[in-house]
């Protein structure tokens, strides 16, 4: 086929980029990396397995994508919570948000960044370095956060930004875990207010 001007023209790449990204993200999000097959995969996406390469590399780095993708719509609550004016309003937001994302109707219950590669055979070692630097990159925006609720006052003097903020992280991890089997929304938000009943006080 030639153009007008008398030059070929490539084949259209005939699908939604942006649409095969989402879907795969979702294939990751319920079945984690390694459970994820190349068939799941294509198939959900709606392309053939050559379409995959060329549009988005190997399965590692589709997944990378899948993860930037999840990291700055499901899991965007994150950097929002940070924005909360006390490091009270912080941690009840991401909570909150951690219960809600988990939890959804419409999507995979867990949480992509815990349960995409805790354990991986050694093809999958990159994969799961990269959500251990993911969950710490999250676990250090926190802790700097509460770092400066106690430069101004708003935490104790005495109180330990990084196990303060690593209590959170954990908690929340275990919300994911716990939503991932099943554990209702309201469950599951009623453990988060418990957990935050006895906040440092300021």
């Not at 330990?160 to 209590?167: E, I, K, S, T, V």
Request: net charge negative.
């Amino acid at each position: 086929m030639e153009t007008k001007e008398g030059g070929p023209i490539g084949r259209p790449r005939g699908f939604d980029a942006d649409e095969a990204l989402e879907r795969a993200m979702l294939v990751f999000w319920e079945h984690g990396y390694e459970g994820a097959s190349l068939a799941n995969l294509t198939d959900a996406m709606g392309i053939s397995s050559t379409s995959m390469y060329a549009a988005f590399g190997n399965k590692e780095k589709l997944f990378r994508k899948a993860l930037e993708r999840y990291t700055e719509g499901p899991s965007a609550y994150l950097p929002r919570a940070l924005e909360e004016p006390t490091a009270l309003g912080v941690a009840t937001a991401i909570l909150a948000g951690t219960v809600r994302t988990t939890t959804r109707p419409a999507h995979p219950h867990g949480c992509l960044g815990v349960q995409g590669a805790l354990s991986t055979s050694d093809s999958g070692q990159e994969v799961r370095d990269l959500l251990v630097a993911w969950r710490n990159n999250g676990y250090s925006c926190i802790r700097e956060r509460f770092q400066r609720a106690v430069d101004d006052g708003d935490l104790p003097p005495q109180t330990d930004p990084g196990l303060l903020a690593r209590y959170l992280t954990t908690f929340g991890y275990g919300i994911a875990v716990q939503a991932a089997s099943g554990v209702s929304r309201d469950e599951l938000q009623e453990m988060a207010d418990a957990a935050l009943r006895n906040w440092p006080p300021s």
